[in-house]
Every structure is written in C-alpha cells, then in structure tokens.
DNA sequence: ACCTGAACACCGTTCAAGT
DNA sequence: ACCTGAACACCGTTCAAGT
C-alpha cells in the first residue's frame, strides 16, 4: 500500500530559499535542504532528479510572481516595455543572490516565456516585423541579464568604480568613472534601456 | 637557503586552461590542476591564495588577448565601437567554457578595463557629456555581456526556440520564434548592438 | 511507493612536518 | 622559502535495505 507522498515541489523551492535566505547561495546543498524540511538527504531525490531541478523549482518560483498583465495600451508601447522591463527587474533585485541562478536557468523558466509573451505583443503592435522583432526581444533580454547582473556584481557605486577612476594610466575610462556618482542605480539602468528603446524605435514610424 | 619558484602565475593559468579544455570548467578543481603541474595540491597556495584567484588568472590570461588598439579614426564612431565590441566576443567566444568564469570575475579584470579605455575614448569624442558617457559606457557593457550568455547558454538557434514556437498559448511569443530561422548568430547580436548604437548616436549630434 | 543510512568519489583548505 | 601529505569538514549521488 503506497504512502502518500508527504512534500509538493512548492514546499521544498520554499525550504531551499529558507536555507538561501539564510545561508547564503553557498549554503545551498541537497543536505541543507533535507534538514531544513526534516527528512533524510535522500528523500529529495523522490521529488527531483538532482541538484539542478531544485534550483530550477527555485527560480521559478521566483519568477512566477512576476506580473505579466499586458501593460494599458493608452500608453506608448516604449512605455510598457519599460513597465514590464522594471517588473522583471524589482523581482529579481530583491532575492540578489539568486541572480546566478536565475542566469544559469533562465532559458528553462516557463515564468520567463509568459513574461515575453505581451513583449513580443508589443513590438508587433510598434510596427516591428518577423525579423525586427527576433532581434529587438533578444537584444532586450540581452541587456536586462546583462544589466541586472552588472548593477548586483560591479554596481557603479561600488568600490570597483573608484578603483578605475584612478588609474591615470586609463585617461578616458577614468575621467568617466569619475562622473558614476552623478548616475543613480535607476537612472543608470533606465537610462540604457531608453537607448536601446530609442534605438529600436528608430526602425519603426510608430517613434 | 630558499629554493628558487619553480613556477609562474602563468605557468598556472596555462596549466588551469589545459584542464579546462580537457574535462570542462567541471573538471577545474586545485587538485586536477596540481596534477597537470604535477606539483601536490598544497603547493599552489604558494602561489595563490585560493581558488578564486587561480580562476582570476585564467580569465586574465584569456581577456589579455584582446586587442585594445584603438581603431583607425578615419571610420565613424560607431564602426569602431562596433569593431572594440566585436573582438572582446571573438575572444570570449572561442573560449565559451570559460563564459561563467568571466562572468563572475569581469569586474576584476585589468584587461577589461584596458579594453575599455578607447570606448570611452570614443564616446566622448561622439559628443558625449560625463554623464551621458557613464550611461552609455555601462549599457554597452551590460549588452555585451547579457548578448554573449544568451549566445552561448540559449542560443537563437538552439531547442529553446523551438519549444518556444510550439507553445499555442503564447502567440506572439511563438510566432516571433518561428521567425528566429531567419537570423544568424552574427545577424543576432550586430543586429542589437546597432540598436542601441542607434539609441547612444540619437542623444549626440554626430550621428 | 516512500524513505533511510551507509558508502563512494569527490571538493577546498588548514596544519604540522620535511628539505 | 618552498613543497608535501595527512586530515577536516564538506559536497552530490548510488545502492541496498527497511516499512
């Protein structure tokens, strides 16, 4: 007579942010999390098939509590792609250090496609066709992983940017350095974003 | 008497890049590398202080490769942002194993800041103010490196976007995947750097 | 079917000792 | 000063056994 099984994937992503929350990426192992839920190392293993399907149970559930509702169409559709950019963005801000891991499973989240979804709706609705589209939502993808990683790894107000802004060997690098403290996290992060954007409505008559 | 080195920071990282493009970065452990050297394990903690700056050289060794002459001045700005970009992707890419090394330690790099310096050279002879430099500067590189992960760990051209195009009930998002085919790798990621060049250009009047 | 515990083959790093 | 080997405190995962 089979036992019912005692844990939903939902409790165990939730017990390994716990032991995430708590200790750390680092702290995160299969042995962590089975003492954190109260059962045997092994007894993960009924529920995933290794380490990473936990991190992928982990992310998503993270990333599922983006909102993808499609943005109100009486604004520009610049705009809501920036609604959406900074959805994406505030999610994955505020549990830092799961960004590795967010990177490394990110093509494997459902979360991320429904998220993609009204983008992809918008930048037909700008006028972009088959091709321009492709690259415009890919180069949008690039910049916001690039981006998110470079504000939480080497964020412009941290020790690296002075350490640049000194090196008189690197003239030009380091007289720009010296205007980072001008540029807050948002502005810096948005301000790129309204590049690209501007970049992209270029290519369309709906600018 | 002490006994001369018997080794360099390069001899190691050589070493480390050996067992790298042997086994993957999964085989990259201090013993596996000692063993190349053949050397005990202890004995490279003379020469670094922990794992973390064996892998520091290595992607040192690597980025140093990079050609940081600026481009012919004759060309406008940005064709030679556009070349600078091009061959840190040339190098990065021929290495792709080594993507969440750089990743990781990108911000510790000398030679990515060398690589810098003629970038921000160039954006300020485009006619670009301190804090508009800083902007454009970090979203550059915030696209770099999200456009090279996205090549290397979910390419365009990979089984993702195929599943993607099969999903019903995401129909914009599949619709856009199925006109993936139609973009090259290349195509891909000039396609998005020319967007946001386009963006940076918008805000100089030497477009 | 569900769960456990021992065991295997690894890690990075500390520490005491050898030349 | 340079290098070694044993040991410590970890990993993920396989496998046989228990209920």
Known sequence: MPRPR?????????????????????????????????????????????????????????????????????????????????????????????????????????????????????????GLDGRERVIALRSLLAYVVGAIQLEQLGPLAGAGTQVIADRAELPYLSETARHAHDVTTDEEFRGGLALLLRGIGGSTDAR
């Open 6 to 126: 005692s844990l939903t994937s939902d409790q165990l992503a939730t017990a390994a942010l716990a032991v995430i929350d708590r200790d750390g990426l680092a702290g995160l192992s299969m042995r962590a999390v089975a003492q954190e839920i109260g059962m045997s190392t092994m007894g993960l293993y009924r529920y995933v098939d290794d380490r990473g399907e936990l991190e992928q149970l982990v992310i998503d559930r993270v990333l599922d509590t983006v909102d993808t509702m499609p943005p109100d169409k009486g604004r520009p559709w610049y705009e809501r792609i920036e609604i959406m950019v900074e959805r994406l963005r505030h999610v994955v801000s505020s549990h830092p250090w799961l960004v590795p891991l967010i990177i490394a499973h990110r093509h494997r989240s459902v979360a991320i496609m429904r998220w993609s979804e009204p983008l992809a709706a918008i930048l037909a609705e700008a």
